[in-house]
């Protein structure tokens, strides 16, 4: 079963907009991770935050969790046409244990 | 650098031939291997992973197998294909007691 749910399910915006998507999961977590899955290809690792951080920054990405309502946000500033993609989150329940995705947020970015 | 290869890249095959993917990893040593399915428009669902070579670890009991001849080698394996083993196989790695995974390209696997 999905440990995460990504909200919205499809997002469309215009280049330059900033795009937020959310994850919401059911369990406590070690650490929660944001993959990015461009269309028929492999998924590449985004980010990490661990269940003590609250904020994380890498690049134009810019990640929130908030462990007391089970959720998380992943925030894309000033996107482009290239951040046109699907993007999942995924949680780990203990140090070194699988990964469990959710169901993903499919992002249009319209040059 | 470590890099991560699956063959073939799209496959047809008809109801109830047998099936093989193949996963191989480069540059790095006992790496953990991960097999997910993702049905198309979802997420992926974890259907194998293995911690050394002959450990398995299933995740969804199903119409499918996997084996790890070799450290860096993950096989993904059936004897009779379903129709509903159509969809998206994806291989991934990790180094051992991290939790960030790798992906291949993936497998589009269409039973007909």
């Known amino acids: 079963s999905q440990q995460g749910e990504e909200d919205p399910q499809a997002l469309s915006i215009q280049e330059g907009e900033n795009a937020t998507m959310n994850c919401s999961y059911k369990?406590?977590?070690?650490?929660l991770q944001w993959y990015r899955q461009n269309s028929g290809r492999g998924l590449v690792h985004l980010i990490l935050i661990r269940s003590n951080e609250r904020e994380k920054h890498s690049g134009r990405l810019r990640v929130t969790l908030d462990t007391s309502k089970k959720s998380s946000s992943l925030l894309i500033t000033a996107s482009r046409a290239a951040d046109t993609a699907s993007y999942f989150c995924?949680?780990?329940?203990?140090?070194?244990?699988?990964?469990?995705f959710g169901g993903g947020t499919r992002v249009l970015v319209k040059p | 650098s470590q890099t991560i290869h699956q063959w073939p890249a799209t496959l047809v095959q008809p109801v109830g031939s047998p099936l093989s993917l193949e996963c191989t990893v480069e540059?790095?040593?006992?790496?953990?291997l991960y097999w997910y399915r993702q049905a198309a428009g979802r997420g992926l669902q974890l259907l194998f992973y293995?911690?050394?070579?002959?450990?398995i670890s299933s995740e969804v009991p199903q119409n499918l197998s996997a084996s790890r001849p070799q450290d860096r080698q993950f096989i993904l394996s059936s004897k009779k294909l379903l129709l509903s083993d159509s969809g998206f196989y994806l291989c991934a790695w990790g180094l051992a007691g991290a939790e960030t995974q790798y992906f291949g390209p993936g497998t589009r696997l269409l039973v007909l």
């Open positions: 995924a949680t780990v329940k203990a140090a070194g244990n699988k990964l469990t």
């Open positions: 293995s911690v050394g070579i002959g450990q």
């Open positions: 540059g790095t040593s006992n790496p953990n």
């Open positions: 369990t406590s977590i070690n650490n």
